[in-house]
């Protein structure tokens, strides 16, 4: 490639240029270059609206370099106008509460890119209309603080905003169908904004945050760079034409006799003579009239600061290098160093000649920017360029702005959700918990299956020029759903009754009615519950045993909790010992025989009947005495076959138990 020609065609609203280059190990040299005029508005603002017209003058223009070079050209680098471009910002928020991982960051971004395209009015639908050419994360903050790499710090929240820079795809569409009505294929495809970046900055300024402002007669064309990358592109629709409308307004001139007038306002002008609408010449000193035209520069100047700041993250760039006809307007370099805050010295005008190799015919000038910067970018080959992708089937136009093209940021710029990409989500339900709202999440759904040319292929994995890109969607979660008991599971507990070790859960209200276990939670249930009293835990433990009879608690039971008198409506608490003792009622069967060692001595008793839980060590307190002088401590210590133990300890026959204080 190092000595292949290179075709450059600058397909511009007024005029078609071309340039006849070849890059070789010294650089770009130019060999030649022609320029047609548009005989009629067959373009308007640098779209093309009549595309034989426009293709007409292309084959023109390949004629006249095919006779002089000598060989027929059939490849053409072509650029497409920056003002074309239309930039959206979209941000979003993950609620985490834990690390950050780096597919939390992924995702983020993505629902930021579909914010963005949404907001284009983009959809999956508007793909057809629109293309995402390419996006750059322009922030990131964990808990509202900027961190540039969230990945591994803890959050509470994730928030990412991106860029997302979009071309109407009858740009596009219109570019091919001119070169290639013409009779040439399109070897790349660049955004003029890029093209002026890559003949006016080298490489290694590249790694400061340099902003290129390209101003022409209708627009103002903005790209920044920074660290070596492209990060955002923009269009300001105010340029050299709005000086020229001032100074026919200033001094009654038409259009093209103050065209002239601004192209002669340069610094060592003196006076200049210019002929109004009504024929009457006029002499104008030259510092007057730049005085004059001081407003509106400002204003122009304003203008592009302000959207370059947006697109800068508000941010002043370390440099502005501005290229384009409109760059030559008296006072503007001043004015747009004053609207950055910049010192002068950092606002300034790049010549393209200097970039090219020595014995390169005379091609310097604001003109020649914009096609040279298309060959320089077909020579390189470094990633500037749209690269053609299928995209289920679809043609799309990416490029690689901060980061590689990868299968998942391909199907995210072609406008497919995460949703789809990642599996959608089981749907949620809301609730009440004791007047706390809650969230019941669906269970996750499964992936899309991803394919790279027919191939089964991760998300992260690279994307080169002419892939196909298919994305199969994944099935959907399952819609949250979850009982009663799933809800108080962590709020049960057991205490003893009789010897008996009970599950203790809350009285549940559900939307306000009595609701059991199983009961299951809608979407925007009120859940409530309160603990029962110790009166209905025993009444609930003789109705299993069929002992219970109706009638109030407090009239038939004596309740002790923890070897005291209690009240039955006291409230229960996790580990207490409850004994019954019901007046009248006939005495429980006897269970089986249980023959343990208290202290050295033997005791044998009953087990508990009525259930199949084992007794429990607080049932042998019905069996033990101690005397007065035994006690010597004031704390109660239980040990059983050497091992500390509790009351609700489960008893085995045999065990050897000790119970003393200290």
């Known amino acids: ?165 979009l071309l109407p795809r009858r740009v596009l569409d219109n570019i091919f169908a001119a070169v290639e009505a013409a009779g040439l294929e399109v070897r790349c495809v660049t955004l003029e904004p890029i093209a002026a970046l890559q003949a006016a900055v080298p490489d290694g300024l590249r790694r400061f945050n340099l902003a290129i402002v390209d101003i022409g007669a209708g627009t103002s064309d903005i790209a920044l760079s920074k660290d070596g990358c492209v990060r955002a592109f923009g269009m300001v629709p105010l340029a050299g034409d709005s000086i020229t409308e001032a100074l026919s307004d200033l001094y009654l001139l038409d259009f093209f006799a103050a065209e002239r007038l601004k192209n002669s306002l340069g610094e060592d002008a003196g006076d200049l003579e210019v002929e109004d609408i009504f024929h009457r010449r006029r002499r104008l000193n030259a510092e007057d009239v730049r005085r004059s035209l001081l407003p509106s520069v400002r204003d122009l100047a304003g203008r592009i600061a302000e959207h370059l700041l947006e697109l ?31 010192p002068l010295e950092r606002v300034g005008v790049r010549s393209a000649q200097a970039r090219l190799a020595a014995g390169s015919i005379e091609a310097d000038g604001p003109q020649n920017v914009t096609p040279l910067g298309i060959a320089m970018v077909a020579g390189d080959n470094k990633g500037l360029s749209l690269r053609r992708i299928s995209v289920n089937e679809q043609p799309h136009y990416l490029m690689e702005l901060s980061r590689p093209l990868t299968a998942l940021s391909v199907l995210a710029s072609a406008g497919i959700s995460p949703e789809r990409i990642y599996g959608r989500p089981g749907p949620a339900r809301t609730y009440t918990a004791n007047g706390e709202l809650r969230v019941l999440k669906g269970t996750g759904g499964t992936p899309a299956c991803i394919l790279v040319n027919g191939e089964p292929a991760e998300l992260d994995a690279p994307i080169a020029a002419g892939d196909a890109v298919t994305c199969r969607e994944g099935s959907s979660g399952e819609e949250a759903r979850a009982l009663v008991r799933d809800v108080l599971a962590e709020h049960s507990y057991e205490i003893a009754v009789q010897g008996h070790r009970e599950k203790v859960y809350p009285a549940v209200l559900l939307d306000d009615s009595p609701a059991g276990l199983d009961a299951e939670i809608r979407d925007r249930a009120r859940l409530s519950w309160a603990f029962p009293t110790l009166g209905e835990a025993a009444e609930t433990f003789l109705h299993k045993l069929g002992r219970r009879r109706h009638g109030a608690v407090s009239e038939h039971l004596r309740l002790f909790r923890n070897g005291r008198l209690t009240e039955a409506d006291a409230v229960a608490q996790a580990g207490d010992v409850v004994e019954i003792l019901e007046p009248g009622a006939a005495p429980l069967p006897p269970g089986k025989p249980l023959r343990v060692h208290v202290n050295g001595r033997e005791i044998v008793f009953q087990e508990p009947p009525g259930q199949d839980s084992p007794a429990l060590l607080v049932d042998l307190f019905r069996e033990l005495s101690f005397a007065p002088g035994e006690i010597s401590g004031k704390s109660l210590r239980l040990m059983m076959d050497g091992q500390k133990a509790a009351f609700v300890s489960p008893l085995r026959d045999g065990a050897k138990i000790e119970v003393f204080f200290e």
């Open 312 to 342: 800068n993250s508000f941010q002043p760039p370390s440099a502005v290098v501005c290229v384009g006809g409109g760059s030559l307007t008296a006072g503007i370099e001043e004015a747009l160093a004053e609207a950055l805050g910049l």
């Open 1 to 165: 490639m190092n000595s292949e020609m290179i075709f450059a065609l600058d397909i511009g609203t007024r005029q078609v240029k071309g340039i006849l280059a070849r890059k070789d190990a010294s650089g770009l040299s130019v060999c030649d270059r022609e320029f047609a005029e548009h005989p009629t508005r067959a373009m308007s603002v640098g779209q093309i609206q009549d595309v034989p017209a426009v293709a007409g003058v292309v084959r023109k223009v390949v004629a006249e370099l095919s006779r002089r070079c000598g060989q027929p050209l059939t490849r053409a680098a072509v650029a497409v106008a920056g003002r074309s471009l239309k930039t959206e910002r979209g941000s979003a928020r993950l609620t985490l509460g834990r690390m950050v991982a780096e597919a939390d960051v992924e995702l983020c971004v993505q629902q930021a890119l579909q914010q963005a395209l949404k907001q284009a009015g983009l959809g999956e639908r508007g793909v057809k209309r629109l293309h995402c050419v390419g996006y750059v994360v322009t922030r990131q903050c964990i808990d509202g603080e900027i961190l540039p790499q969230p990945c591994g710090h803890y959050a509470e929240e994730l928030e990412t905003e991106v860029l997302a820079t």
